[in-house]
């Protein structure tokens, strides 16, 4: 135990040592860096503000929740407004975010990521060096979809969420008192495309629906440049709560991009998946620890 506790802690000195070096820093976030910030979807989060949903649908945690075929309209969108409320319009409990800015804002940094929390943007990150590949949870969407546009979900949420008796309060939601929450909204508040009158759904990447749209293309053109301008410059690849999900966007991406850059470095910070490819392992730091409790030991 005392082994590996030295041996992380001498990586984290080699990460510390490496983020001083780099001028460039091309940051690829992944769903753990948002659950170390205290955004987790199961447990007592999860419970807290969805148990009636638990209880009548037996599924248990959100992200499940999210592809349960609900009877209605109007419980569907009682469901994804108190989703979108605690996972977009919340800040997170812990500031991971803000420390991560802390290592990477004088230095010349990009952010590509899966996350559709908007959690960098809340935290101070300049938003023309993020690409949020997935979507967003602000967003919605023509369900067809009819047309390449998509529509701002704040007001809405909060209207929703507000007829469902819940307070909205500083640091979130607060149950109603003396009464369970209502599990669906009025009819009046089910959003549909403003263009063919069908039922909006979720700016996320599910399928082939998924609307890429104007800021969409403006961000990915971004992220294009950045790929062009550093491809044979010191950089260092910092891959921060990366899984298998979609691993072609960012891990594997990082790899082939470090691979045939030799004057790169990457960096792997993850909870039970740290770990690099031989060909790029001499030019590797990877952390099998929480990213957070990393992040302020980097700092």
Same mark, same amino acid.
Request: some cysteine.
């Given at each position: 135990?005392?082994?590996?506790?030295?041996?992380?802690?001498?990586?984290?000195?080699?990460?510390?040592?490496?983020?001083?070096?780099?001028?460039?820093?091309?940051?690829?976030?992944?769903?753990?860096?948002?659950?170390?910030?205290?955004?987790?979807?199961?447990?007592?989060?999860?419970?807290?503000?969805?148990?009636?949903?638990?209880?009548?649908?037996?599924?248990?945690?959100?992200?499940?929740?999210?592809?349960?075929?609900?009877?209605?309209?109007?419980?569907?969108?009682?469901?994804?407004?108190?989703?979108?409320?605690?996972?977009?319009?919340?800040? !997170? =409990? @812990?500031?991971?975010?803000?420390?991560? %800015?802390?290592?990477?804002?004088? *230095?010349?940094?990009?952010?590509? /990521?899966? +996350?559709?929390?908007?959690?960098?943007?809340?935290?101070?990150?300049?938003?023309?060096?993020?690409?949020?590949?997935?979507?967003?949870?602000?967003?919605?969407?023509?369900?067809?979809?009819?047309?390449?546009?998509?529509?701002?979900?704040?007001?809405?949420?909060?209207?929703?969420?507000?007829?469902?008796?819940?307070?909205?309060?500083?640091?979130?939601?607060?149950?109603?008192?003396?009464? !369970? =929450? @209502?599990?669906?909204?009025?009819?009046? %508040?089910?959003?549909?495309?403003? *263009?063919?009158?069908?039922?909006? /759904?979720? +700016?996320?990447?599910?399928?082939?629906?998924?609307?890429?749209?104007?800021?969409?293309?403006?961000?990915?053109?971004?992220?294009?440049?950045?790929?062009?301008?550093?491809?044979?410059?010191?950089?260092?690849?910092?891959?921060?709560?990366?899984?298998?999900?979609?691993?072609?966007?960012?891990?594997?991406?990082?790899?082939?991009?470090?691979?045939?850059?030799?004057?790169?470095?990457?960096?792997?910070?993850?909870?039970?998946?740290?770990?690099?490819?031989?060909?790029?392992?001499?030019?590797?730091?990877?952390?099998?620890?929480?990213?957070?409790?990393?992040?302020?030991?980097?700092?």
């Amino acid at each position: 135990m005392v082994r590996t506790e030295r041996k992380t802690e001498k990586k984290i000195t080699e990460l510390q040592e490496a983020l001083k070096q780099a001028d460039t820093v091309f940051i690829g976030a992944g769903a753990g860096l948002s659950a170390s910030a205290g955004f987790a979807y199961g447990g007592e989060r999860f419970r807290r503000y969805f148990a009636d949903f638990e209880e009548k649908y037996g599924f248990h945690d959100m992200y499940s929740g999210g592809f349960y075929p609900f009877p209605t309209q109007e419980e569907h969108w009682a469901y994804w407004s108190r989703f979108i409320f605690l996972n977009r319009c919340c800040d !997170p =409990p @812990r500031p991971v975010y803000q420390n991560l %800015l802390e290592l990477v804002k004088d *230095k010349d940094y990009f952010v590509l /990521t899966t +996350n559709v929390d908007h959690c960098f943007q809340k935290a101070g990150f300049d938003k023309h060096r993020l690409f949020y590949t997935q979507g967003d949870y602000g967003l919605w969407q023509c369900s067809k979809p009819c047309h390449e546009k998509t529509y701002d979900n704040q007001d809405v949420v909060r209207r929703m969420v507000e007829v469902q008796g819940f307070q909205i309060a500083d640091q979130g939601l607060e149950l109603p008192a003396g009464s !369970p =929450p @209502r599990m669906s909204v009025p009819t009046a %508040l089910v959003p549909h495309c403003p *263009k063919c009158g069908a039922p909006m /759904t979720m +700016n996320l990447r599910a399928d082939n629906t998924f609307v890429q749209d104007e800021g969409w293309y403006t961000a990915a053109q971004r992220y294009d440049d950045f790929v062009r301008r550093h491809k044979n410059v010191p950089i260092l690849y910092l891959e921060l709560g990366v899984g298998l999900n979609t691993p072609g966007i960012i891990k594997y991406n990082f790899w082939r991009q470090a691979y045939q850059n030799p004057k790169a470095e990457y960096a792997c910070v993850n909870y039970g998946e740290a770990y690099a490819p031989k060909e790029i392992g001499e030019r590797s730091i990877c952390i099998d620890g929480d990213i957070g409790e990393v992040l302020k030991k980097l700092k």
